[in-house]
């Protein structure tokens, strides 16, 4: 990251809270969850726990087709699980929410609007006045170092700005929670490793939980307070880690120091031979 917004040049959680004005998020919370796709006899999920806190960034890590999607779609609320319940604070969760933002792969972007509207989209539905949705706008581009590129379009943006317009949006929308489906798997690996840092460094000022998805060992444990393991057929946690190296990132050791760190190279070859043992995914049969 760039010494402009590092976890040692972001803007201060003073400025964040006024801009969104909400305070820390409440639990995001699913509890015994279990989902089967319609003439599927075999678990998408089966009996998963998950807990997402304001101070927590809970990381799916996976082969493909362990889950990971489901269970974001389960925690967004666009899946109805087959068992479990999933609550946000106390509340039930019934379906799609403004308290939960989804970032993508790739991002739903509106090409039509440039770079400051698309970050306030979801607060110009909500009916906020102009003048909250410029500063909330001004603060948002300034903290996933966008300064200058308001006015642009999505089209001139790299692959990575374009990541950071989709994050950037999830801050400044009035969620709670924010869900990431494996938000920088399209970048270059430098790219990669920025927006590594710039979602360290913009989350936790945030005060706001955040679950993400990736297939990367090394992103995961580098970014998670919590990883959760996961292994297909049926879907299901098989391991859970609480690694301290995004903390490190936030005290002001390097990332290059942390990433070739012994003990973080230990642990991203033990989740990768847990990976690698878990069986192949078949084909389900027909119920
Ligand atoms: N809409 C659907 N209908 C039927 N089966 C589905 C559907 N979506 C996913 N599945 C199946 O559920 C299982 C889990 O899929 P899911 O997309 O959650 O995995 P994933 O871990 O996100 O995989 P990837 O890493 O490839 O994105 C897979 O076996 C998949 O084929
Ligand atoms: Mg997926």
């Not at 927590?56 to 269970?71: E, F, I, R, Y």
């Amino acid at each position: 990251m760039t010494a402009s917004h590092g976890a040692h040049g972001a803007a201060p959680a003073a400025e964040i809270s006024t801009a969104t004005a909400l305070g820390p998020g409440p639990t995001l919370t699913a509890r015994d969850i279990s989902v089967y796709y319609p003439g599927q006899t075999r678990a998408a999920l089966a009996a998963v726990r998950v807990d997402i806190g304001p101070q927590d960034l809970v990381v799916a890590l996976g082969p493909s087709g362990c889950g990971k999607t489901t269970l974001l779609n389960v925690l967004a609320g666009f899946i109805v699980p087959s068992q479990g319940s999933v609550t946000l604070g106390n509340v039930p969760v019934r379906g799609p929410g403004a308290d939960r933002a989804v970032v993508f792969q790739s991002n739903a972007l509106l090409p039509w609007l440039d770079v400051a509207e698309n970050i306030v989209f979801g607060l110009k539905l909500q009916g906020a006045a102009p003048q909250e949705q410029d500063a909330v706008a001004a603060h948002m581009i300034a903290l996933v170092g966008l300064a200058g590129w308001g006015r642009r379009r999505i089209w001139e943006l790299s692959g990575g700005m374009r990541q950071r317009v989709g994050l950037a949006r999830a801050l400044a929308s009035a969620s709670r929670v924010i869900l990431l489906d494996e938000p920088f798997s399209a970048l270059d690996p430098f790219t990669r490793e920025q927006m590594q840092e710039l979602l360290l460094d913009v989350w936790r000022q945030a005060g706001r939980g955040a679950f993400l998805i990736t297939h990367d060992v090394e992103e995961a444990l580098f970014l998670a307070t919590e990883v959760l393991l996961m292994s297909p057929a049926p879907g299901r946690i098989t391991e859970r880690v609480r690694p301290d190296f995004g903390a490190r990132y936030r005290a002001g050791e390097p990332t290059r120091s942390i990433k070739k760190d012994p003990a973080f190279i230990a642990m991203r070859e033990r989740l990768l031979e847990g990976i690698l043992r878990a069986p192949a995914p078949a084909a389900d049969t027909p119920a």
